[in-house]
């Protein structure tokens, strides 16, 4: 689950994360008001989406104009720059062309900027530790640094069993050429920014850029923080900062029926039990010169009612231009999956596509329930049989 900056900064904050004081807005009046509540005279005006690149970006409605990140010196100049973004799409790298639409804003405190970092905790998996990643290249996306400036990037792990330490942190302070007091700020912030993570359930905490002010202190200029969602039925109170227009509709649907659903750019629906099944579904419809439009792994112990509604959430998605049910009947029946297919194709008056593969438990009984269907669904032996013949299939039919 991921939240807007603000909420990042306030959870942070309450953890003793150097942040700057700043005011959420829902109007451009209140971001006027906020600018009496701040030091100034500078201020910053942010619009809040899920996205990052706001500052790069653009809105719809004036490509040509400023983005989602603007200077203020007065109340009037953060009236004016609030009334650009609120109601506005503002279309980043990551939002794609498509955008999301800005709510709210954030007017903040400017601050002397003399350096900018970056720096990020995220679990390694090959390390299987909570590992602080640091970076003089503050301000450019990390993983265009790690593609031309690998060696400008700088990790360290932290063992579980005895948590952070200030070495850990000094370590990184030296790699970044910090001195003197930023030593000892940099510490502090690397502490606190480690017990948040662990304590919240984070899947990652990202500040980019990390500034050095010219007094020497560290202050996170922005603010990620994503949370691992398995661990959210023990964090009651974060589930209150969710937005859900920030979510994707077909995703938030999923949810409800415990699907694991993830929409994708390509046409060709995918529904499959399993995770692992599903990314080698994926894989081999790119292989035959397809491309996926999501990721859904129904689970084990799918009902016909949640297959059912896996698959209107798939032909929900106007991209989607056939289909690839691929089942691996352990837990799951191939009865049962077929039943559920029936039954949303006949429901939603299917007009694309649909190749079916099953094998495993009841596979006979399944195929059969297919084949007496009076749908046309084609019936495929193996994957790569299903995958060549889905590819084909929405060829033909473009």
């Not at 003089?136 to 063992?159: K, L």
């Not at 559920?340 to 006949?346: F, H, L, N, S």
């Not at 190749?355 to 084609?378: F, H, Y």
């Amino acid at each position: 689950m991921n939240i807007h900056e603000y909420q990042a900064k306030e959870l942070l904050r309450g953890y003793g994360v150097a942040v700057l004081q700043g005011f959420v807005a829902w109007t451009p009046e209140e971001a006027a008001l906020a600018t009496e509540k701040l030091p100034g005279p500078v201020y910053v005006v942010k619009s809040q989406i899920h996205a990052g690149g706001r500052g790069a970006g653009h809105f719809a409605h004036d490509p040509a104009g400023k983005g989602g990140v603007r200077l203020a010196k007065s109340a009037a100049e953060a009236l004016e720059a609030a009334s650009a973004m609120i109601g506005h799409v503002l279309v980043t790298k990551q939002t794609g062309p498509a955008g999301r639409r800005v709510s709210r804003v954030y007017v903040e405190a400017g601050c002397d900027i003399k350096r900018e970092l970056y720096l990020s905790l995220l679990v390694d998996r090959e390390t299987s530790r909570i590992t602080v990643v640091a970076s003089t290249e503050g301000g450019m996306e990390i993983e265009q640094v790690a593609e031309t400036q690998p060696e400008r990037i700088m990790r360290v792990a932290v063992d579980p069993a005895s948590g952070i330490f200030p070495h850990h942190a000094r370590t990184l302070a030296f790699g970044l050429g910090l001195e003197g007091k930023q030593v000892a700020s940099f510490t502090r912030f690397v502490t606190a920014m480690y017990r948040a993570f662990t304590e919240l359930d984070c899947a990652i905490v990202e500040v980019n850029p990390l500034v050095v002010t010219g007094t020497g202190d560290i202050i996170a200029l922005d603010a990620k923080v994503s949370f691992d969602d398995n661990a959210l039925y023990r964090q009651p109170d974060l589930e209150k900062l969710r937005d859900e227009a920030e979510e994707d509709p077909k995703e938030l649907e999923a949810a409800k029926y415990s699907l694991n659903y993830i929409a994708l750019d390509g046409t060709i629906g995918c529904m499959v039990n399993g995770a692992g099944l599903a990314m080698a579904t994926m894989d081999i419809i790119k292989l035959y010169g397809g491309s996926p439009a999501n990721f859904l792994d129904v689970g084990g112990g799918a009902t016909k009612e949640r297959v059912t509604a896996a698959f209107k959430i798939i032909l929900s998605d106007p991209h989607v231009e056939g289909i690839l049910v691929n089942i691996f009947g352990g837990i799951m029946r191939c009865d049962v999956i077929a039943e559920g297919v029936i039954a949303a194709a006949r429901e939603v008056s299917l007009g694309v596509p649909l190749v079916v593969r099953l094998e495993g438990t009841n596979v006979d009984l399944g195929k059969e329930i297919l084949a007496q269907s009076g749908l046309p669904i084609v019936s495929a032996d193996n994957l790569a049989d299903a995958a060549e013949k889905v590819v084909r299939a929405v060829k033909e039919a473009a």
